[in-house]
């Protein structure tokens, strides 16, 4: 049996700018984000019953490939052109709709799940490389920052090109000072409804925050900063990422001196919020502690 577990991501600034959309529009998108110490996990094995089992929120048991619903274990079983095998789906968190790339991190666990089943020897990018192709596949709205962000380990800003992806890795020392936490919206959206609706012209004003992050990544106020201006920027990228319940959560973050920096994870909508506290919130029931991953996307074998 393989077991192979894959972070979950959090961007901190350019978001949005990784669409494909925008990429061909403006010939380039950046992103800085980094994985978190909260993981999606695939279990794989060979199936002696001649049939593919897949185990998520739901079962399946099916003798053709063709005939698997669940998206993620249809199309990388396909692409690899797996023999019958039973497949176990789980992680962390409820991470459906999430804003943290869930289903991105999930191909991964599952490419790195094949990768140490078929001895093929992937590095992480290729194994991201692979990952986005097929997720294109189903979801031709993914963006090119999940996989990248999700597979490869540490504070990075990644550089996306119409032909080409390319990563590098940040100093991240002054986050090991931060009290970060996820609080979750308690909103489930499909975040294609609102990629479709995103104003790119407008999406553009992200991407400057990127170099000024970059360039005062060891500046604890100054990235309270930036991630203060890109929440409010995102804002108004969509008419779609606002709702009563975010405006909500939005305005008790607000009156909380102690929280220095807020925005909302992933498209919009719904998902969690980012959290960069003064003060610990541990015993806040709705808090959820969170780390930078420095490993990234990893598979053993039992």
């Avoid at 992680?91 to 999930?106: C, E, F, K, N, Q």
């Avoid at 909103?187 to 553009?204: A, E, F, G, P, Y």
Wanted: aromatic content about 10%.
């Amino acid at each position: 049996m393989i077991v192979s577990k894959c972070p979950l991501r959090v961007s901190l600034a350019g978001g949005s700018t990784d669409l494909l959309s925008f990429v061909e529009k403006y010939d380039y998108g950046s992103v800085i984000s980094f994985p978190i110490n909260l993981h999606t996990y695939i279990l794989i094995t060979y199936n002696r019953n001649n049939v593919y089992r897949i185990n998520y929120s739901n079962s399946e048991e099916v003798t053709d490939a063709d005939n698997i619903k669940n998206d993620i274990a249809r199309e990388v079983i396909k692409y690899f052109n797996l023999p019958p095998v039973t497949v176990m789906f789980t992680s962390d968190i409820v991470s459906t709709g999430s804003g943290l790339a869930s289903s991105s991190s999930y191909i991964i666990a599952f490419v790195s799940a094949v990768n140490k089943l078929l001895n093929l020897n992937l590095s992480q990018f290729e194994m991201c490389k692979i990952s986005l192709e097929i997720e294109h596949k189903f979801n031709p709205l993914t963006g090119y920052q999940d996989v990248y962000g999700c597979g490869i380990g540490n504070l990075k800003r990644l550089h996306f090109y119409k032909d080409k992806v390319e990563v590098d890795e940040l100093n991240s020392e002054v986050f090991n000072k931060f009290n970060m936490y996820l609080v979750n919206t308690n909103n489930t959206r499909k975040s294609n409804n609102v990629l479709s609706s995103i104003n790119l012209d407008k999406t553009k004003r992200l991407l400057s925050l990127v170099n000024e992050l970059e360039n005062n990544i060891s500046n604890e106020n100054k990235i309270y900063e930036i991630l203060n201006t890109g929440w409010r920027r995102k804002k108004q990228t969509s008419p779609l990422i606002l709702n009563d319940k975010i405006n909500e959560l939005d305005k008790r973050f607000f009156l909380d001196n102690s929280i220095k920096a807020v925005k909302l994870c992933g498209a919009g909508g719904g998902g969690y919020f980012l959290i960069l506290s003064e003060d610990s919130k541990k015993d806040c029931g709705d808090f959820i502690e969170i780390k930078i991953d420095k490993v990234g996307v990893e598979s053993v074998e039992f």
